[in-house]
């Protein structure tokens, strides 16, 4: 079972350049999310998926960020243009329902600098 | 209030203590809790549900105090292993539907 997988799992770009992120849920999962995490905030929800269909997207911070998710096996979080503030620690999840355990990937360290 | 609050610590505990901290939710209407266990530089893991009637899981205990609104997670006999993060997460399910980690109570346990 490999889990939860994402890509990279460094970034490193400069202010302006577009950041894809990119997650692959564990099969048979329904549920999809994306969270990013720093020291201040701590984990805050960007977005959640349930069968491919964005539920809540209120945790997005602003247009600058956008995520998808064409198929069950494949979602992706685009930050454009990047900014140095957005530099954290990107977490994709799944689980069977929205209301079950979460299983988390090992998460993208983004740096914008 | 805040939605979700955790006591930050540092928790510095000796070896084969028993430690113990809360989590406190302003949404009465919140229907399902856990406790979340996070290491340095890794991914968030599943510790326990916790349910109403509380519940157990060898040295570790999860109890829900829904009149003061708050969760809690006790260790007994604590290890070395134990020292990591610990986040609440906070799931109202009703209404505006949201999931809520707490920021977490980071734990060392000392030899």
């Known amino acids: 079972d490999a889990g939860v997988i994402q890509s990279p799992r460094h970034e490193v770009t400069e202010m302006g350049q577009e950041v894809t992120l990119r997650c692959k849920p564990i099969?048979?999962?329904?549920?999809l999310f994306w969270y990013r995490q720093t020291m201040m905030r701590g984990l805050e929800l960007l977005i959640y998926?349930?069968?491919?269909?964005?539920?809540?997207d209120s945790g997005m911070p602003e247009d600058r960020f956008s995520a998808k998710m064409p198929n069950a096996s494949f979602s992706t979080l685009k930050i454009q243009p990047s900014e140095p503030r957005d530099s954290a620690v990107y977490f994709c999840?799944?689980?069977?329902?929205?209301?079950?355990?979460?299983?988390f990937g090992p998460g993208t360290r983004l740096t914008v600098l | 209030r805040k939605e979700v609050e955790q006591d930050p610590g540092p928790f510095n505990v000796p070896e084969g203590a028993t430690v113990a901290f809360n989590c406190t939710y302003s949404?009465?209407?919140?229907?399902?809790f856990f406790w979340y266990r996070q290491d340095c530089r890794k991914e968030p893991k599943l510790l326990m549900s916790?349910?109403?009637s509380g519940n157990e899981d060898g040295r570790f205990t999860a109890q829900l105090n829904r009149a003061s609104q708050y969760i809690s997670l006790l260790i007994r006999d604590s290890k070395l292993s134990d020292s990591a993060t610990y986040l609440c997460v906070v799931n109202s399910a009703s209404g505006d539907d949201k999931i809520i980690f707490g920021k977490g109570t980071r734990l060392h346990i000392l030899p």
């Open positions: 999840a799944s689980s069977l329902q929205r209301e079950g355990e979460q299983f």
């Open positions: 099969s048979g999962h329904n549920s």
């Open positions: 949404n009465s209407a919140s229907q399902s």
């Open positions: 998926f349930n069968n491919n269909v964005p539920i809540d």
């Open positions: 916790v349910y109403s």
